[in-house]
């Protein structure tokens, strides 16, 4: 249901989620909130998906958090098989939290366009430019990491005559890197402004896009059933 | 505009130039950003404070462009691009631009940084953007079981980011201005 909603909506449901998850301070009543998004990503075999083929990405911090979380309130509550105190409970609630808001984003990067979600984000009054923004940086880091390689790359051969470079060189040569890549940025910077402002981006305030996004029946009944759930949660509380 | 003056308005160049700084810190946080996730989840509030170069982007597009609100929304900004590229804490990364931008938009806007930008400057913003992303970091990560490790941290990460993101920002801007590139 999660994939197949608009891209709005699945960021207004992602939203909701992160927001309630991290103001919700009773662990109990978390545990009941968590159910509606986790039954949502259960079900949903795009997300199920997607949480494994990027499995190290999520699990990396719910397993670390966790690991902490066990050093410090203690392990007693394991010990005890189950039986959770107050502090030991709520031990739990950042490694579920983080895991279940790190699916859903990887699930909501792997089945959104971004360029659907630029023209959504304007039809809920984001201006033009900010979407423009999030697009034009996600569109060049990609093209940053060639510039960062190659830089990367004639390091190498000034430094290290062609091989890896040492830990040490790299800490003293990280300046250096960080201020041609900075430069090769504003110099890209420069030229794609010149080209926008050429074609006449800045002189009308609306624009249209060559993927409109529209909202769907999914969508609208995924957030609207996540509001009734909140609104439940909000009456057991 | 005349040096030396603080615009509010962004143009088509100053946007393009922020999102240049959001991809080139998306490109530079690449590998260190898992290492301080999991640094930081795994060691609590101890776990990643050596690493201090998170705010350059921000402290970089303040310096590099006099306009009030950039620092901040550089922040924000680039957080959002990295959890469009998969952040391992997902949308969650967003929490940290907006503490760290709002800590380093207050000093800027205290010291005048965006009139008199300079070492001291970009030091105590990457500093206190630090600090107020580690108050983030604490209620995302549930540390109230670990106070003592937290209040020692402080200023720990406040010395890592003043020193690393203040002091690279500071070298990278003298470098920039030399060349008559950034601010107008």
Same mark, same amino acid.
């Given at each position: 249901?999660?994939?197949?909603?608009?891209?709005?909506?699945?960021?207004?449901?992602?939203?909701?989620?992160?927001? /309630?998850?991290?103001?919700?301070?009773?662990?109990?009543?978390?545990?009941?909130?968590?159910?509606?998004?986790?039954?949502?990503?259960?079900?949903? %075999?795009?997300?199920?998906?997607?949480?494994?083929?990027?499995?190290?990405?999520?699990?990396?911090?719910?397993?670390?958090?966790?690991?902490?979380?066990?050093?410090?309130?203690?392990?007693? /509550?394991?010990?005890?098989? /189950?039986?959770?105190?107050?502090?030991?409970?709520?031990?739990?609630?950042?490694?579920?939290?983080?895991?279940?808001?790190?699916?859903?984003?990887?699930?909501?990067?792997?089945?959104?366009?971004?360029?659907?979600?630029?023209s959504g984000l304007t039809r809920l009054?984001?201006?033009?430019?900010?979407?423009?923004?999030?697009?034009?940086?996600? %569109?060049?880091?990609?093209?940053?990491?060639v510039v960062a390689q190659e830089i990367n790359e004639s390091m190498r051969v000034?430094?290290? /005559?062609?091989?890896?470079?040492g830990w040490w060189m790299k800490l003293r040569q990280f300046p250096r890197f960080m201020f041609l890549l900075v430069f090769n940025s504003l110099v890209r910077a420069d030229q794609a402004a010149l080209a926008l402002e050429s074609r006449g981006f800045a002189s009308q305030s609306r624009r249209t896009f060559v993927i409109e996004h529209s909202y769907s029946v999914v969508g609208l009944t995924l957030v609207v059933g996540l509001f009734v759930w909140c609104g439940f949660v909000a009456w057991l509380a | 505009m005349t040096k030396g003056e603080v615009s509010g308005a962004f143009g088509v160049r100053e946007i393009v130039m922020i999102a240049m700084i959001c991809a080139v810190s998306a490109v530079a946080y690449a590998g260190l950003g898992q290492l301080w996730a999991a640094a930081t989840a795994a060691?609590?509030?101890?776990?990643?404070?050596? @690493?201090?170069?998170?705010?350059?982007?921000?402290? +970089?597009?303040?310096? +590099? @462009?006099?306009?009030?609100?950039?620092?901040? @929304?550089?922040?924000? +900004?680039?957080?959002?691009?990295?959890?469009?590229?998969?952040?391992?804490?997902?949308?969650?990364? @967003?929490?940290w631009g907006v503490t760290h931008g709002i800590g380093a938009e207050l000093i800027f806007i205290i010291m005048n940084g965006y009139r008199k930008p300079g070492f001291w400057v970009f030091a105590v913003a990457a500093g206190v953007a630090a600090v107020c992303g580690h108050l983030f970091s604490y209620w995302l990560y549930g540390w109230q079981g670990a106070m003592w490790m937290f209040f020692i941290s402080i200023p720990l990460l406040f010395l890592a980011s003043a020193i690393q993101s203040g002091g690279l920002v500071w070298l990278l801007a003298k470098q920039l201005k030399k060349l008559g590139v950034g601010r107008d």
């Open positions: 249901m999660f994939s197949r909603s608009d891209e709005i909506m699945k960021l207004i449901f992602l939203f909701s989620i992160a927001i /309630g998850a991290l103001i919700i301070q009773k662990s109990n009543i978390f545990y009941i909130f968590i159910v509606f998004p986790v039954v949502v990503m259960l079900t949903d %075999r795009e997300v199920l998906q997607a949480v494994r083929e990027n499995w190290m990405v999520t699990l990396l911090l719910p397993v670390c958090l966790l690991l902490f979380h066990v050093v410090f309130p203690s392990i007693p /509550g394991l010990l005890r098989q /189950g039986e959770f105190n107050d502090l030991e409970a709520a031990a739990f609630v950042p490694s579920l939290r983080v895991f279940v808001v790190v699916s859903l984003s990887i699930a909501f990067l792997h089945s959104s366009d971004t360029r659907r979600l630029a009054g984001v201006p033009v430019k900010w979407s423009l923004a999030v697009y034009l940086g996600l %569109r060049y880091v990609e093209v940053l990491k000034r430094f290290a /005559g062609g091989g890896a470079l | 060691g609590g509030p101890l776990g990643g404070v050596a @690493i201090g170069l998170f705010q350059f982007g921000h402290i +970089l597009a303040g310096a +590099l @462009i006099p306009r009030v609100g950039v620092v901040f @929304i550089t922040s924000v +900004l680039s957080t959002v691009i990295q959890a469009f590229l998969g952040d391992p804490a997902g949308l969650y990364v @967003i929490g």
